[in-house]
């Protein structure tokens, strides 16, 4: 009879429900001029503090027999404005231990995009991985596979550049198209311990064919801009290039890396990024691209440009737990406490408490997109982070940013070209649980 | 025990979650100068190939003790700009096999509408179904009954005639109201083979009061129109009579048949809309309604105008599966691969194939709202389709549309009358997955 | 074995789905020109009727192990623009049962606010408790408990003044806070009959700092400001202070009480409201704050000003059944008809017919918003309620309003201080479900 209802289920399609509810809180307490410019026109006015719900997330993902799967997850973190994450369907089971999936799905390019935002160790991601992949997720076709041991894994797609998460549709004759791809192994992975020594080593590339030269009338954007924001989530990108007028190329080369012995883990990712204009002889090079007021592209802009970026942290449990990997995607997974946090009447009288899981962890942020005639600015960030998880699915997260913005075009005061925005310090929280 | 359990869950309400994912391309291969302009107002600019969330659906339906049931299902393919379909409560096991439903519901009118979007045939529903019931959905009362044998079944209900699936509401003292009413039976359905043969006949009517004199100041819109796109989801409607100046009321009358013979179906539809103006001496007619540049209605409107419309189609599957009926509904339903796709390794080694099912059709469209003065266009599209259905719950529509569309209003390019638009080629895929 | 099945589901988060759809009716049938002129601006213009979802709502909540909670719930009611209602993370099982819980949340203030829209008596809420706790739900920290039999229940927390309903997002340096705490007892409550007597007894108060200079380039909005819909789902608020300038404190002070006898319920709240103006010397008054036109202050505003309200109903079970009361929270909780409603035909032939349950419901409505040169307008209103209870999740509820606004700025036609905006009358129904 068992035998007959799995047989049942087995015709049906299942589901698994989940969610999760970020909440931020972000203090501007320190900036110079420059920054308040970039944030708010205005040098005198300086970024304003915010409470505000990160992510407000509802998904559903399940398979359907056989062979295929689906997921669909809405964001509401803006309730009025509601964004797609992923919403795709998919084939599993390919040979080689393979899946393929079509639709709204992250880029595999950068490690700490690749982690699930309930599992990053900061609170936010860092300049480069943002710059480089804003928002990670497009609409594409891509193939995930490993192999039988899981030592080695891949990831190889193609997307398109628009981001249609609030639209969901991209419209145009220019297919504005990029091929990425990745390839993790975890050459040392300490089974006999559940996985608390392991090495993590990836490369990923991408070659992207943006539009620069869309014409007024049509509907697709200039896909040819990176841009991040200053791991916080203030109003403004204050690393930006915006919309480089003749992109043509670019290209993706990035590493990552993950030592972790025990409770301690060390993390590092470079990305370059170059980027190649076509000519168009006697193009205007738009002053004020994006109305972004007082940037400016200098006048003569290179045919080649190069950005790069990375950062590296180490991060380490004064409570004595790990950060949990995942072979098969070469991802990190989810930190389990050795003891949850909780404060109750104990039946015989007086109280119980339990400390729940203690992390610290420091990070150093880099990130240029001023290149040859482009000033998108050149960050230097360090940020420094005490984690407190309560259960497996819930935490808060706090972070101290303290960092500069060089050479950018957007904090221009005076008419001239790009100058030093100075420095700034922000102070986040992030209350988080999921299910 | 087991008895207890189910009069306990008798006592509560329950609910089965389910969901749908649709990714179209569409490709706009050819497309003369007035459908250009019809679509982007330019004869030199065509119209733009996308890719599109066609339908990101969740819904949650199920029955609350004793004898109500309820439905709630938002369709996130814009997410930022979400749209409630099925939203309503209803009233079961009424006398004679009836349940009464109130909310935003479907009209009963045009199979192919009836037909879940997860069944058709085709990628998009045929001209005159889509026209003479935009959208399908409205919010009404709607009786849903069959006899016992469930060999002939019924539906009849009132309904506002504005579209309020992304706002949630009419508001204005003009109830613009429409009496829907549907009578199918299934006087062949072959019960032996498993429902391999039957012959659908069914009649609808309808009678509408728009107000075609609706005030500036007023809430209401004049629902005294009907439009629809060609086959394929372009920016604008192609073909779109636009509000009626003065339209008092109109009847619409239906009739539909499927004739199924194993895996061969041929089904059509035909519906006849006439409509009376208001005799409103004096009233100017608006030389551009619904701000569509370049249209204008003849200087006299006639008192009564007749549009009407159909399609005829036929469908075979190669592998031999055939189109599932329920009579209870008089609609399609959902059809079972014989063999699901899969590709896989084989434990003993080499790979395994499923094919899936394949199936052809080939289908006619017709369309004419150009009458008594108003230049909504005649339309004429062929549609060849090629589905390939990978599971019960996902398959892939591939439909090339050719078609043209004379007696325009809307690709007016001199300043003129009505004039023909011209012809145009379409290729649209849509990969669908629901659960 | 069940153990061990217990146990592992100890470690898995859960959750619990449910919704609510509710439909209204509001038919707007006398208004005088006053009363037009507050909501269209026409004194010959009056309400305009709708049918519109009052609510649509998804909700999932549940529990993660061990000790925390929590509950995501959007509403769809405006699809294109949907809201966010509960949306929170907490801790359970804290000492003296107590719950600690952050997020968007209800404000502890207005006992018919703190009841479920589900279970309320008549449609729409009481002026007094809608003024003063304006769609009740804002972002904060709040403590729920009480002690071990139930008899007293307490809750106190700090909230954002800001609605972020539809952004979720509170932004600039103003963080305009309240604090709010609610004190219940239910003295009386006969378990003998289950329920069907109690008196419930509460006091609520608020200490609240609005930003009433916010200076045009911040983010922020003052705060201070009351209003609320004339028990109806209008366009406009008809009773609204605007925000008044140099707000710079205000507090409540409530006070709630219910007297249940079987199935007759006598239920009443007073709120009053005193707000402290900052003397901002040589400030200018604004003519039009809100872009209300014919709305003023009077020239010179008080420091000090008094806002009050309150209400008192008698509702009564034709049918014999009793509203339920839940001690742990101090508010009303579902009914549960005797006889749900039911309409079938029997198996032996004929038909079977279940009434449901009947109450009958009057209201006394005030709220006074006019004082200290701040011309929001007095109303007096009075509301019959007929409910059809058809299940314990269904019914629908009938409510006719006649109310007059006096001393009203926003009805101000001619030019001059305030005057009587007049009398009205309106007929509202609402279809409800929920699961």
Same mark, same amino acid.
């Given at each position: 009879?068992l035998?007959?209802e799995?047989?049942?289920?087995?015709?049906k399609?299942?589901?698994?429900?989940?969610?999760r509810?970020?909440?931020?809180?972000w203090?501007f307490?320190e900036?110079?001029?420059?920054?308040?410019?970039?944030?708010n026109?205005?040098?005198?006015?300086?970024?304003e503090?915010?409470?505000?719900?990160?992510?407000?997330?509802?998904?559903?993902?399940g398979?359907?027999?056989?062979?295929?799967?689906y997921?669909?997850?809405?964001?509401?973190?803006?309730?009025?404005s509601?964004?797609?994450?992923?919403?795709?369907l998919?084939?599993?089971?390919?040979?080689?231990?393979?899946?393929?999936? /079509?639709?709204h799905?992250?880029r595999?390019?950068?490690l700490?995009?690749?982690?699930?935002?309930?599992?990053n160790?900061?609170?936010?991601?860092?300049?480069?991985?943002?710059?480089?992949?804003e928002?990670a997720?497009? *609409?594409? /076709?891509?193939?995930?596979?490993?192999?039988?041991?899981?030592?080695?894994?891949?990831?190889?797609g193609?997307?398109?550049?628009e981001n249609?998460?609030?639209?969901?549709r991209?419209?145009?004759d220019?297919y504005?198209m990029?091929?990425y791809?990745?390839?993790w192994?975890?050459?040392?992975y300490?089974?006999?311990?559940?996985?608390?020594?392991y090495?993590?080593?990836a490369?990923?590339?991408?070659?992207?064919?943006p539009?620069g030269?869309?014409?007024?009338?049509?509907?697709?954007?200039?896909?040819?801009?990176?841009?991040?924001r200053?791991?916080?989530?203030?109003?403004?990108r204050?690393?930006?290039t915006?919309?480089?007028?003749?992109?043509?190329?670019?290209?993706?080369?990035?590493?990552e890396?993950i030592?972790?012995?025990?409770?301690l883990q060390?993390t590092?990712?470079?990305?370059?990024?170059?980027?190649?204009?076509?000519?168009t002889?006697?193009?205007?090079i738009?002053?004020?691209?994006?109305?972004?007021?007082?940037?400016?592209?200098?006048a003569?802009?290179s045919?080649?440009?190069f950005?790069h970026?990375?950062?590296?942290?180490?991060?380490y449990? /004064?409570?004595?737990? #790990?950060?949990?990997?995942q072979?098969?995607?070469?991802?990190?997974d989810?930190?389990?406490?050795?003891?949850?946090f909780?404060?109750?009447?104990?039946?015989?009288?007086?109280?119980?408490?339990?400390?729940?899981?203690?992390?610290?962890?420091?990070?150093?942020?880099?990130?240029d997109?001023t290149?040859?005639?482009?000033?998108?600015g050149?960050? #230097?960030?360090?940020?420094?982070?005490?984690?407190?998880?309560?259960?497996?699915y819930?935490?808060?997260q706090?972070?101290?940013?303290?960092g500069?913005?060089?050479d950018?075009?957007?904090a221009?005061?005076?008419?001239?070209?790009?100058?030093?925005?100075?420095?700034f310090?922000?102070?986040?929280?992030r209350?988080?649980?999921? *299910?």
């Open positions: 009879e035998k007959a799995a047989a049942a289920k087995k015709k399609s299942n589901y698994k429900l989940g969610g509810v970020h909440i931020d809180q203090t307490s900036s110079d001029e420059g920054i308040n410019v970039i944030e026109e205005d040098p005198d006015f300086s970024p503090n915010r409470w505000l719900f990160r992510r407000i997330r509802l998904e559903l993902a398979e359907v027999p056989q062979n295929m799967l997921r669909i997850q809405v964001d509401f973190n803006n309730p009025a509601a964004e797609i994450k992923d919403a795709y998919g084939w599993t089971n390919l040979p080689n231990n393979q899946t393929l999936i /079509l639709g799905q992250k595999p390019l950068g700490d995009h690749l982690n699930s935002s309930r599992y160790v900061f609170t936010e991601r860092p300049l480069a991985v943002e710059a480089f992949n928002d997720r497009r *609409f594409g /076709l891509c193939m995930y596979g490993h192999n039988d041991d899981e030592s080695v894994g891949w990831a190889y193609i997307y398109n550049l249609i998460s609030t639209d969901g991209f419209i145009g220019s504005q990029g091929g791809s990745r390839l192994s975890s050459p040392w300490d089974e006999t311990s559940g996985g608390r020594g090495l993590h080593l490369i990923a590339g991408a070659v992207a064919k539009d030269d869309v014409g007024d009338d049509e509907t697709n954007s200039n896909e040819g801009r990176f841009r991040t200053p791991l916080a989530r203030s109003d403004q204050w690393l930006n915006t919309r480089i007028p003749g992109a043509d190329w670019y290209q993706h080369i990035a590493f890396s030592l972790n012995l025990g409770s060390i590092g990712e470079y990305i370059m990024t170059p980027l190649q204009r076509e000519a002889p006697g193009a205007a738009p002053a004020d691209p994006d109305d972004l007021p007082g940037y400016a592209f200098d003569n802009l045919r080649n440009m950005f970026g990375g950062y590296i942290y180490a991060s449990f /004064l409570t004595g737990e #790990h950060m949990p990997y072979r098969s995607s070469g991802t990190l989810r930190v389990k406490p050795h003891e949850n909780f404060l109750v009447d104990r039946m015989r009288g007086g109280r119980g408490l339990g400390w729940g899981a203690w992390q610290v962890a420091a990070r150093y942020d880099f990130l997109l290149d040859g005639g482009v000033n998108g050149v960050g #230097h960030m360090f940020t420094a982070g005490l984690n407190w998880h309560w259960t497996p819930s935490k808060v706090n972070n101290l940013v303290y500069s913005i060089d950018s075009g957007l221009n005061l005076t008419g001239g070209t790009a100058v030093d925005a100075g420095d310090l922000i102070f986040g929280s209350f988080m649980i999921d *299910f």
